[in-house]
């Protein structure tokens, strides 16, 4: 291992998910120094969330890049519909919002992140390692001043900053580093990813499916469809123990239009497995580093939120932090005031993702109770509000361009 010299920047950004990728353009665009570092060689990663909400695309607007991004290849969700073999009915009625983008965005999110990419390397002030992995904090003084990481070469370079922000995903090593520990909640499912060829002719509205203990989403992409088969928490090795004919009927149960391509089912190591987690770290800071997106906050995959949830978090940290790093002074309450403006939202959706996990998908998993949806989705005067917490949230996020 080789120790090269020491690089310094203003913003150190660890982790080019959506949260790191957006922070760094953000900063860049105002001039900041921003270094973001990537542990993959690339973006690819399937499955790996593929949703932008109508405020990511506000977002993106303000910034003028909503209009280059959907001209990339996409499919849009207008409605997110439940059905029982007997009933169907609108869960999330997009198309209720006043806004530009009333529909979610489906695109694989490797597109998305090259796209924010390639926007912040238009900026002098931006720069991008990809395959550099953080290992160590660099910490003087009570204080982080920067990461040590490795290359795809195993050099060791050593990254110094003013601001250290881990984007560094679910398993953040940043958060372990820091002794910080998140509060979690087990949300009581999995899910399995994986897909199916879609044909011209073939149904386009997403669809959750929900009969004899089983749950099934359906999403339509540019050429396939993406599945996410739901199971009880922890009983994916039953699954595939009781063998991949029993998967076959049980799918054939919930999407009978499938018949003609079951044989297309990937075997079992071609499925994308999530392990449904639900978590919020109760500080979300240190002095000299902050934490945002997943590796504050893991979100269940109730609403698809957890991109949006990720870039409205960057976009605050980069409302408030651009000021105090540009004046080479970022404090511990700089940090709290991140924090402030996202902690009470992100622990909303959680409660709000909580609620449509004990009151819908515990009952859809359990052959024996029967299914009736909750009055959020069946009285008309309260249908624009699921529309508006998955879209929006509590309370939208814009980028201050002071
Ligand atoms: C299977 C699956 C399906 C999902 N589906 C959806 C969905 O449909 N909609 C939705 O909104 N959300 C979905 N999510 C969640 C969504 O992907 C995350 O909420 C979102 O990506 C969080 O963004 P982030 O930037 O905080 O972290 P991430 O997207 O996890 O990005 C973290 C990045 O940090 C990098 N990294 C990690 N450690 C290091 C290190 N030490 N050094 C350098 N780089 C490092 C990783 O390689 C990664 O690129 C899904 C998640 C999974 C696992």
């Given amino acids: 291992m080789n120790r090269d010299p020491v690089e310094q920047t203003t913003c150190c950004v660890v982790g080019a998910g959506p949260a790191g990728a957006l922070l760094s353009l953000l900063l860049a665009r105002k001039g900041i120094q921003a270094t973001l570092l990537e542990g993959h060689i690339d973006f ?12 990511t695309m506000e977002i993106l607007d303000e910034i003028g890049l909503a209009d280059p991004l959907l001209r990339l290849p996409h ?23 006043k806004t530009r983008f009333p529909y979610i965005t489906l695109m694989p999110q490797a597109q998305f992140l090259e796209f924010i990419a390639g926007q912040a390397t238009k900026y002098a002030s931006f720069t991008l390692h990809m395959g550099a992995h953080a290992r160590e904090l660099i910490m003087e003084d009570g204080v982080c001043r920067g990461v040590r990481y490795q290359d795809s070469n195993d050099n060791v370079h050593e ?23 998140p509060v979690k909640s087990s949300p009581p499912m999995d899910v399995l990813w994986f897909s199916l060829p879609r044909r011209p002719g073939d149904a386009t509205g997403f669809a959750g499916r929900i009969g004899q203990g089983h749950m099934l989403a359906i999403l339509p992409r ?45 075997n079992w190591a071609r499925f994308s497995v999530l392990s449904v987690e639900s978590s919020c770290l ?11 997106g997943d590796a504050a906050h893991v979100m269940s995959p109730v609403g698809g939120v957890g991109i949006n949830y990720a870039i409205q978090d960057a976009v605050v940290a980069a409302n408030v932090l651009a000021l105090p790093l540009q004046h080479g002074a970022v404090g511990e309450s700089d940090l709290a005031k991140v924090q402030k403006q996202r902690y009470f939202a992100t622990r909303v959706i959680q409660a709000f993702q909580t609620f449509i996990q004990n009151r819908v998908i515990k009952t859809a998993l359990n052959p024996n109770a029967s299914f009736r949806p909750p009055a959020l989705f069946r009285l008309p005067l309260l249908r624009a509000l699921p529309a508006r917490l998955i879209g929006f949230g509590i309370r939208k996020v814009h980028v201050d361009e002071n």
């Avoid at 409605?79 to 009625?93: C, E, N, P, Y």
């Fill in 222 to 266: 540019e050429d396939y469809y993406q599945l996410g088969y739901v199971i009880i928490k922890g009983s994916y090795r039953q699954l595939r123990e009781e063998g991949m004919e029993k998967f076959h009927q049980s799918l054939l149960s919930l999407a009978p239009e499938f018949t003609d391509r079951v044989s297309s089912v990937p």
């Fill in 75 to 97: 499919t849009r969700l207008h409605q997110l519909t439940l059905q029982t073999k007997t009933d169907s009915f609108t869960m999330v009625d997009l198309s209720l919002l």
């Fill in 44 to 55: 690819d990663r399937e499955f790996r969330g593929d949703t932008l909400h109508p405020s």
């Fill in 159 to 181: 990254l110094r900053a003013l601001l250290t922000v881990a984007a560094d995903g679910r398993f953040s090593r940043l958060r372990k580093l820091a002794g910080l520990e």
């Fill in 282 to 292: 109760k500080k979300w800071y240190r002095r000299g580093l902050l934490l945002i």
